[in-house]
């Protein structure tokens, strides 16, 4: 439970510079114990009386009667103020044991008490020689794969199936060296001995769930179970922590599973039935269902995982309130279930989430409806075996200037199915203006970011389906892009964007960092500057690139619900009966006629639910086409039908941040409104002929 943990020769070793030495960590174990009593004065002057407490005892009592605690013995405070104790261990350190309401099914507690073993210090005094390896989800799905394409000549015996296994009460199970029993003392709140109340006192002579030391300790338990399967009987099998998984093919999978369970037996290890599950080709596993075909696998949320998350959130909408306790926990939550979702959709929105401080926020409201509209319409990881996606390049540079307040992007694509594309521009007003609005100069990471969203925008025929390694020489715009996360709110917004776009598209995403020097895209994305435009020339020439108009958001903030609604229609749209993931993503087009998908602008049927998605003015959407003419249109110089609509605006002169925020609405209506200086005024005109 202390120390630097044993090495088990199993896994790989950590560098020497990473692990604490021994004194160190015989000095954080010996800080502990002397701010014992401290600790114990203050867990008992503010006691937390949590629900289910009394369930927590009632089960730390059947585990007492069962050996697996010692005890119990009692903790309180005296009329002077002063901590006493029964406990018998001269140097012992507390940990508060808490409840958790279980909601999974076959689970061996309703409420699991939890041990912090932070808290109490044990944990900073306990340190690993060795990087734990714990196979999870990726790596069952790597298997599913494998399989898939190994065995495809044994048609239907050689289909992946998938199975799972899980230890009863796993962790308790295994004893506690007798040296740590006194470091694993857990109190449990009473009411009956002392004058401000007390705590019952046990001793852990099992491991307990949150200790670092016994999670390493369990670790080398499941990796006990998983080598002879591997070495000696030849069964792919894998496991996370205690939880065991594995991918074989189906004429084989009924005999990997008896063999499971038989080697159980011989070791003497009871399963737990209820969890113990498979050869299926769906199956619930981590609290997802992993589903296995012998042409894709994939994940998805469990229904009863999905609809917990989507009736937190609806709560927490209706509340307009949530706990920092509670945004915690369903932060967490949405974390989690990121792992479902196609790439790193949803990060940005779980990390508002998480660190939400109490209270209500526009931020948290805008996290929350994301996240409502996730789970109406989700877009869920998966993988079609031995599919070969086209590889397609690109480069991207979002220069900004702090002295002016202005940026420009640029970049460059080369398929290897298509001819090149490049772009380039000035970052629009209304964007610039939406990112002055925080009072910060340095918007350097924002544009880069926007450069990515542009990318996506503008070239998706060419990226639908595609492995896309893209190249950025902006450190921090590549770190927010792999984590699905940033600090700054815009960085949020872009990267959220950029993600929810990888999904709609099916992207697989690679990127890697490139020096400036390196960069060809920085050439196009300077382009007011002569000199740059023409080394962006004749790269366009060496490699055959053909100029894109860029396509930008009309806000850095989307609507959540109306995306979940065009997403909605799309897939009432699509007329098939193989109901796959597949379906919905073919149905939603970026480019045609009649739909078209974009985070600026997002047109279906000509339907309103759309245009409320794209912030742009319904009423500019009611038409076909939308022109945009330099004065009032008349008879002589417009060709005007008989239903057309007519909108005229004033030409507003701007002269500081001020006047540049208030008319950042004209903008992302595409209105050329001046900077500084007079202008003509043009009369307002309505006219419907």
Same mark, same amino acid.
């Given at each position: 439970?202390?120390?630097?943990?044993?090495?088990?020769?199993?896994?790989?070793?950590?560098?020497?510079?990473?692990?604490?030495?021994?004194?160190?960590?015989?000095?954080?174990?010996?800080?502990?114990?002397?701010?014992?009593?401290?600790?114990?004065?203050?867990?008992?002057?503010?006691?937390?009386?949590?629900?289910?407490?009394?369930?927590?005892?009632?089960?730390?009592?059947?585990?007492?009667?069962?050996?697996?605690?010692?005890?119990?013995?009692?903790?309180?405070?005296?009329?002077?103020?002063?901590?006493?104790?029964? *406990?018998?261990?001269?140097?012992?350190?507390?940990?508060?044991?808490?409840?958790?309401?279980?909601?999974?099914?076959?689970?061996?507690?309703?409420?699991?008490?939890?041990?912090?073993?932070?808290?109490?210090?044990?944990?900073?005094?306990?340190?690993?020689?060795?990087?734990?390896?714990?196979?999870?989800?990726?790596?069952?799905?790597?298997?599913?794969?494998?399989?898939?394409?190994? #065995?495809?000549?044994?048609?239907?015996?050689?289909?992946?199936?998938?199975?799972?296994?899980?230890?009863?009460?796993?962790?308790?199970?295994?004893?506690?060296?007798?040296?740590?029993?006194?470091?694993?003392?857990?109190?449990?709140?009473?009411?009956?001995?002392?004058?401000?109340?007390?705590?019952?006192?046990?001793?852990?002579?099992?491991?307990?769930? *949150?200790?670092?030391?016994?999670?390493?300790?369990?670790?080398?338990?499941?990796?006990?179970?998983?080598?002879?399967?591997?070495?000696?009987?030849?069964?792919?099998?894998?496991?996370?922590?205690?939880? #065991?998984?594995?991918?074989?093919?189906?004429?084989?999978?009924?005999?990997?599973?008896?063999?499971?369970?038989?080697?159980?037996?011989?070791?003497?290890?009871?399963?737990?039935?209820?969890?113990?599950?498979?050869?299926?080709?769906?199956?619930?596993?981590?609290?997802?269902?992993?589903?296995?075909?012998?042409?894709?696998?994939?994940?998805?949320?469990?229904?009863?995982?999905?609809?917990?998350?989507?009736?937190?959130?609806?709560?927490?909408?209706?509340?307009?309130?949530?706990?920092?306790?509670?945004?915690?926990?369903?932060?967490?939550?949405?974390?989690?279930?990121?792992?479902?979702?196609?790439?790193?959709?949803?990060?940005?929105?779980?990390?508002?989430?998480?660190?939400?401080?109490?209270?209500?926020?526009?931020?948290?409201?805008?996290?929350?409806?994301?996240?409502?509209?996730?789970?109406?319409?989700?877009?869920?990881?998966?993988?079609?075996?031995?599919?070969?996606?086209?590889?397609?390049?690109?480069?991207?540079?979002?220069?900004?200037?702090?002295?002016?307040?202005?940026?420009?992007?640029?970049?460059?694509?080369?398929?290897?199915?298509?001819?090149?594309?490049?772009?380039?521009?000035?970052?629009?007003?209304?964007?610039?203006?939406?990112?002055?609005?925080?009072?910060?100069?340095?918007?350097?990471?924002?544009?880069?970011?926007?450069?990515?969203?542009?990318?996506?925008?503008?070239?998706?025929?060419?990226?639908?389906?595609?492995?896309?390694?893209? #190249? =950025?020489?902006?450190?921090?715009?590549?770190?927010?892009?792999?984590?699905?996360?940033?600090?700054?709110?815009?960085?949020?917004?872009?990267?959220?964007?950029?993600?929810?776009?990888?999904?709609?598209?099916?992207?697989?995403?690679?990127?890697?960092?490139?020096?400036?020097?390196?960069?060809?895209?920085?050439?196009?994305?300077?382009?007011?500057?002569?000199?740059?435009?023409? =080394?962006?020339?004749?790269?366009?020439?060496?490699?055959?690139?053909?100029?894109?108009?860029?396509?930008?958001?009309?806000?850095?903030?989307?609507?959540?619900?109306?995306?979940?609604?065009?997403?909605?229609?799309?897939?009432?749209?699509?007329?098939?009966?193989?109901?796959?993931?597949?379906?919905?993503?073919?149905?939603?087009?970026?480019?045609?006629?009649?739909?078209? *998908?974009?985070?600026?602008?997002?047109?279906?049927?000509?339907?309103? *639910?759309?245009?409320?998605?794209?912030?742009?003015?319904?009423?500019?959407?009611?038409?076909?086409?939308?022109?945009?003419?330099?004065?009032?249109?008349?008879?002589?110089?417009?060709?005007?039908?008989?239903?057309?609509?007519?909108?005229?605006?004033?030409?507003?002169?701007?002269?500081?941040?001020?006047?540049?925020?208030?008319?950042?609405?004209?903008?992302?209506?595409?209105?050329?409104?001046?900077?500084?200086?007079?202008?003509?005024?043009?009369?307002?005109?309505?006219?419907?002929?």
């Amino acid at each position: 439970m202390r120390g630097a943990l044993p090495d088990t020769r199993l896994y790989e070793h950590t560098d020497s510079a990473d692990l604490p030495d021994a004194a160190e960590l015989d000095s954080a174990l010996e800080l502990a114990l002397g701010n014992r009593d401290a600790a114990l004065r203050e867990m008992l002057l503010n006691t937390k009386r949590e629900p289910d407490m009394a369930e927590v005892l009632r089960v730390t009592e059947a585990e007492r009667v069962s050996g697996k605690l010692d005890g119990p013995w009692e903790v309180w405070l005296d009329h002077t103020g002063q901590v006493r104790s029964t *406990v018998p261990f001269a140097r012992w350190l507390p940990t508060r044991r808490f409840p958790r309401v279980q909601d999974r099914t076959a689970t061996s507690y309703k409420v699991r008490p939890i041990d912090d073993a932070t808290a109490s210090g044990l944990n900073l005094a306990a340190a690993t020689q060795e990087r734990m390896r714990m196979a999870g989800i990726a790596s069952l799905l790597d298997a599913v794969a494998f399989i898939a394409e190994e #065995f495809r000549e044994w048609g239907d015996d050689g289909a992946p199936l998938i199975t799972k296994g899980d230890h009863a009460q796993a962790y308790r199970q295994w004893p506690v060296h007798p040296d740590d029993i006194p470091l694993l003392v857990c109190l449990v709140w009473g009411d009956t001995v002392g004058p401000e109340g007390d705590c019952r006192a046990f001793a852990h002579k099992a491991l307990p769930f *949150v200790a670092f030391g016994a999670v390493g300790g369990y670790t080398r338990v499941a990796a006990s179970v998983i080598h002879p399967l591997r070495r000696i009987f030849s069964v792919p099998q894998n496991a996370y922590v205690d939880d #065991f998984h594995r991918a074989s093919p189906a004429r084989w999978a009924a005999l990997h599973e008896r063999v499971f369970r038989e080697l159980h037996a011989m070791l003497g290890t009871p399963l737990k039935d209820g969890k113990n599950q498979g050869p299926a080709a769906v199956l619930g596993l981590l609290g997802l269902d992993v589903i296995s075909t012998g042409h894709w696998a994939g994940l998805r949320l469990t229904a009863k995982r999905r609809d917990d998350l989507a009736a937190d959130v609806d709560s927490a909408l209706r509340a307009r309130r949530l706990s920092r306790r509670d945004a915690a926990r369903l932060g967490g939550q949405m974390g989690f279930a990121t792992t479902a979702m196609f790439g790193r959709i949803g990060r940005a929105y779980a990390s508002n989430v998480s660190a939400h401080r109490g209270g209500w926020s526009e931020r948290l409201a805008d996290a929350l409806a994301w996240w409502k509209a996730l789970m109406r319409c989700p877009i869920y990881h998966r993988r079609v075996h031995g599919d070969q996606r086209p590889v397609v390049l690109g480069w991207v540079d979002g220069p900004w200037d702090m002295d002016t307040g202005t940026g420009a992007i640029g970049g460059m694509l080369l398929p290897s199915r298509r001819s090149g594309r490049s772009f380039s521009a000035h970052i629009p007003q209304h964007l610039r203006a939406e990112l002055l609005r925080v009072g910060k100069k340095q918007r350097n990471t924002q544009s880069e970011l926007l450069a990515v969203l542009a990318l996506l925008l503008t070239c998706p025929d060419e990226l639908r389906g595609a492995r896309l390694i893209l #190249f =950025e020489d902006n450190t921090p715009a590549l770190e927010n892009i792999l984590s699905g996360a940033a600090n700054d709110d815009h960085s949020k917004d872009i990267v959220g964007a950029i993600c929810l776009l990888l999904g709609v598209l099916g992207v697989e995403f690679w990127s890697e960092w490139v020096a400036s020097e390196s960069n060809p895209a920085d050439a196009f994305s300077r382009p007011g500057e002569p000199e740059k435009q023409a =080394e962006a020339a004749a790269l366009s020439r060496r490699h055959s690139l053909s100029a894109a108009v860029p396509r930008f958001p009309a806000s850095f903030r989307m609507d959540a619900g109306a995306w979940a609604a065009a997403v909605a229609a799309a897939k009432e749209d699509w007329r098939t009966t193989t109901g796959t993931l597949a379906a919905l993503l073919g149905a939603i087009t970026f480019d045609s006629d009649d739909k078209q *998908v974009t985070l600026g602008r997002l047109r279906a049927r000509r339907a309103s *639910v759309v245009a409320a998605a794209t912030q742009y003015h319904t009423e500019l959407l009611r038409s076909a086409t939308i022109d945009w003419l330099q004065s009032v249109p008349t008879p002589e110089n417009a060709k005007l039908n008989a239903n057309d609509v007519v909108v005229g605006f004033y030409a507003v002169p701007i002269d500081g941040m001020r006047e540049r925020v208030r008319t950042a609405p004209l903008r992302k209506l595409g209105l050329d409104v001046a900077r500084a200086g007079p202008t003509a005024l043009s009369r307002l005109a309505d006219a419907r002929r």
